[in-house]
């Protein structure tokens, strides 16, 4: 359970800054069990902010979620999962702890996936799963406003804490950060959208030695949209992949794929890449990519060669962990259909300062652009500060400043500075 307190300056995220005093409180449950090869897991949570200006914004979420892995036979495991949420569930966001309040989301999803061992090397997993999503705006703004964190993985916004010090409550078992990646990578301007999507894979792997493994795969995925100012669409892909295990921690992986979009606009990709990731000791891992990408659109002047690849930085050390990333990737979007450029950056430190209490720093970077069309580029500076205290066993306490400036290219940049107190407590029952 955790309670929180939060003052900004500009809750909406517009030109005209409003200043703000938000009060809010989630209480998450899970259940898990084990039993044999089979695992079964349900989850849920309930939360609710209220406004003191904006009154009118005040609004209480919840969500539900259910996953199990049975083992069929000793080949064959199966795995189900659905969910749905009615609002975003902000405990589980990372560093940003607040979206745009004048923006309503609800969310559903179900998977399914069967993996096979076809002999003692050889395997082959088979997956469908469905989303669907209801976004409701009450003013114009733009979707990739929401909080950038959901596209970075969560050890690299900010560092895990030291032992005896939690930050606040685990993550939620909802499907908050995939609906906001989606909507943020989009870069939506609407006040309605009714999107649901399915999507069908296949891969398979084989193992020639200990040291070499290669993998084949494919997926297709249909959409559908309304208001019909998005175009329903298609979306298919590949993906070829050769792993060798050059030593005991260090690891070369080359990979082709191919991805097109049919959204009105037909769009392909084809990219290339060699990644390397080598492990020092048990406390440090490196990580290098390079490659390239070929985005081929419905004429020569559309199409175009880009860079793509990155390297990374963590280490967890005694008292002190960070991680320090750059990347740049190229997205192919599942509601406009567009594809899209972006360099990201981000980092993070996290300092134990005696047995309970936790300092923290992180930042990140976000310019992603659209070769096609302007309109849907944009650039997201996020940084911030968290101070972490252990009180007891189950109890911590903490206070966290964040700072986020949006430039959607198109229109003037807008920013918001915020502060917020938490309160958590956290009970694991047997």
Do not use: C
């Amino acid at each position: 359970m955790t309670l929180r307190e939060t003052v900004t300056d500009n809750v909406l995220l517009t030109a005209d800054s409003a200043r703000e005093a938000i009060t809010g409180g989630t209480l998450s449950l899970s259940y898990g069990r084990l039993k044999g090869g089979s695992l079964f897991s349900a989850g849920g949570w309930v939360g609710g902010q209220q406004f003191y200006r904006f009154s009118s914004y005040s609004q209480a979420q919840f969500g539900l979620s259910t996953s199990a892995q049975l083992a069929l036979a000793p080949r064959a495991r199966l795995r189900l999962g659905a969910g749905y949420t009615n609002g975003l569930n902000v405990e589980s966001l990372r560093a940003s702890r607040l979206g745009l309040p004048q923006i309503t989301v609800q969310s559903g999803s179900a998977s399914m996936g069967l993996n096979y061992m076809l002999g003692p090397a050889t395997s082959a997993d088979l997956g469908l799963d469905a989303t669907g999503i209801a976004y409701r705006a009450k003013l114009l703004v733009d979707s990739s406003q929401l909080p950038g964190d959901a596209l970075v993985p969560a050890d690299s916004v900010a560092a895990a804490p030291p032992p005896g010090i939690n930050m606040g409550p685990p993550a939620a078992a909802d499907e908050t950060l995939q609906v906001l990646g989606i909507l943020t990578a989009e870069g939506l301007q609407t006040l309605r959208l009714d999107f649901a999507t399915w999507r069908a894979s296949l891969g398979l792997a084989h193992d020639f030695s200990p040291r070499t493994r290669v993998s084949v795969g494919g997926d297709y995925r249909r959409t559908y949209q309304k208001p019909r100012d998005f175009s329903e669409g298609e979306q298919a892909g590949g993906q070829v992949a050769l792993r060798e295990a050059l030593d005991g921690s260090a690891k070369l992986s080359l990979a082709y794929g191919y991805q097109e979009n049919r959204f009105g606009i037909r769009l392909r990709t084809h990219s290339f890449t060699a990644q390397v990731d080598k492990e020092i000791g048990k406390k440090v891992r490196l990580d290098a990519s390079l490659g390239s990408s070929y985005l081929q659109g419905p004429d020569r002047a559309s199409s175009s060669w880009t860079a793509i690849g990155g390297a990374g930085l963590s280490a967890r050390l005694k008292r002190t962990s960070f991680a320090i990333r750059y990347a740049r990737t190229r997205y192919q979007g599942l509601i406009v259909g567009r594809s899209q450029v972006a360099d990201v950056a981000y980092a993070n430190v996290t300092h134990a300062v005696g047995r309970r209490v936790s300092l923290a720093g992180y930042g990140s970077y976000r310019d992603a652009r659209d070769p096609l069309d302007p309109g849907f580029s944009f650039r997201t500076v996020l940084a911030g500060a968290s101070l972490g205290v252990g009180i007891k066993q189950r109890t911590s306490a903490g206070l966290n400043y964040s700072y986020l400036r949006f430039d959607p290219r198109s229109s003037p940049a807008v920013h918001r500075s915020m502060l917020s107190m938490f309160l958590s407590y956290v009970r694991q029952m047997k």
